[in-house]
């Protein structure tokens, strides 16, 4: 089935940068909404955003509109969270995740049913 691999975490400095990547195979992401969770130690897992099958909706969470924008190329079938302006609350292991059941606003982790193993995305200075 789905396969996402997640890419791009590390080590940036408040007020920085990363594009996070998110690399699908074995079926294409144009059948699946593709959302961006992240998990910070002892925390539960928070919504940062989505995109839609058809990539025509988007979502952002509060915390994060206006600094990050997720994006899909079809072609490489591979999904993208630019990061920017970061803050040392973003800090927490990012994971792609997807499903073909429709999403909205109120969709939680538990609506996803596939996800990858989760990238580190540390902000310290």
């Known amino acids: 089935q789905l396969q996402l691999v997640e890419s791009g975490g590390g080590l940036v400095q408040p007020g920085g940068s990363l594009r996070l990547s998110c690399a699908a195979s074995?079926?294409?992401?144009?059948?699946?909404?593709v959302a961006w969770f992240r998990q910070a130690p002892g925390k539960e897992y928070e919504g940062v955003s989505y995109?839609?099958?058809?990539?025509?909706?988007?979502y952002y969470a509060d915390s994060v509109k206006g600094r990050f924008t997720i994006s899909k190329d079809s072609n490489k079938n591979t999904v993208y969270l630019q990061m920017n302006s970061l803050k040392p609350e973003d800090a927490a292991v990012y994971y792609c995740?997807?499903?073909?059941?429709?999403?909205?606003?109120?969709?939680?982790?538990?609506?996803?049913?596939?996800w990858g193993h989760g990238t580190q995305v540390t902000v310290s200075s």
């Open positions: 995740t997807a499903t073909t059941q429709p999403v909205s606003a109120h969709s939680g982790w538990y609506d996803f049913d596939y």
């Open positions: 074995g079926y294409s992401l144009n059948y699946f909404a």
């Open positions: 995109i839609s099958a058809g990539a025509l909706t988007t």
